[in-house]
T-cell receptor, first 112, second 113 residues
Framework: DAKTTQPNSMESNEEEPVHLPCNHS???????IHWYRQLPSQGPEYVIH???SNVNNRMASLAIAEDRKSSTLILHRATLRDAAVYYC?????????????FGGGTRLMVKP | DAGITQSPRHKVTETGTPVTLRCHQT?????MYWYRQDPGHGLRLIHY???????DKGEVSDGYSVSRSKTEDFLLTLESATSSQTSVYFC????????????FGSGTRLTVV
């Protein structure tokens, strides 16, 4: 899987929007952009994924740059329960074993 | 998480002893994975399975073996535990569709003393 770069940590205030960036300058045409998050003392959980178009679901929105070299996970109103490590992962459509390769992620801290 | 359970949740064992961790799923998913998570290293894949009796190595497979005799169970064995295998172990399942999400278990915290 191609490499992604994320800030180590970010802070946000409760009830404000949060934009979590991810750079993936070596992304290939068959790579999908996946986001997972890991709450304290829990396993990672799926958040969202996309290819080219922006995506929305009940948890978050994913904005993908036109050249696909970067993307942004958007939490529209951060809550204290959103404090977690967020992982941006490129996943090749046809990769053998459908494996996910995790990087360091961004630790999001939410202040009341 | 619904559909996937890991046992035990915590274990302390002595160096040199064998240890088996169990991952059980009720989702009938084809793919199962074992990851370990350590400070400074994030999540790293140990082994994975793409069907009954079909397994393959991941990034950090040395010192570990796995078995999958039934769709629902994926066992991770440390033949002779070492202190470097102290970690939190996560199991995950996937339907195997290229875009399908993973579902992770709650983890097993293993301490080797």
């Amino acid at each position: 899987d191609a490499k992604t770069t994320q800030p180590n940590s970010m802070e946000s205030n409760e009830e404000e929007p949060v934009h979590l960036p991810c750079n993936h300058s070596t992304i290939s045409g068959t790579d999908y952009i996946h986001w997972y998050r890991q709450l304290p003392s829990q396993g990672p959980e799926y958040v969202i994924h996309g290819l080219t178009s922006n995506v929305n679901n009940r948890m978050a929105s994913l904005a993908i740059a036109e050249d696909r070299k970067s993307s942004t996970l958007i939490l529209h109103r951060a809550t204290l329960r959103d404090a977690a490590v967020y992982y941006c992962i490129l996943r090749e459509f046809n990769n053998a074993g459908n494996m996910l390769t995790f990087g360091g992620g961004t630790r999001l801290m939410v202040k009341p | 998480d619904a559909g996937i359970t890991q046992s035990p949740r915590h274990k302390v064992t002595e160096t040199g002893t064998p240890v088996t961790l169990r991952c059980h799923q009720t989702e009938n998913h084809r793919y199962m994975y074992w990851y370990r998570q350590d400070p400074g290293h994030g999540l790293r894949l140990i082994h994975y399975s793409y069907g009954v009796k079909d397994t393959d190595k991941g990034e950090v497979s040395d010192g570990y073996s796995v078995s999958r005799s039934k769709t629902e169970d994926f066992l991770l064995t440390l033949e002779s535990a070492t202190s470097s295998q102290t970690s939190v172990y996560f199991c995950a399942i996937s339907e195997g569709r290229a875009l399908g999400g993973y579902t992770f278990g709650s983890g097993t915290r293993l301490t080797v003393v």
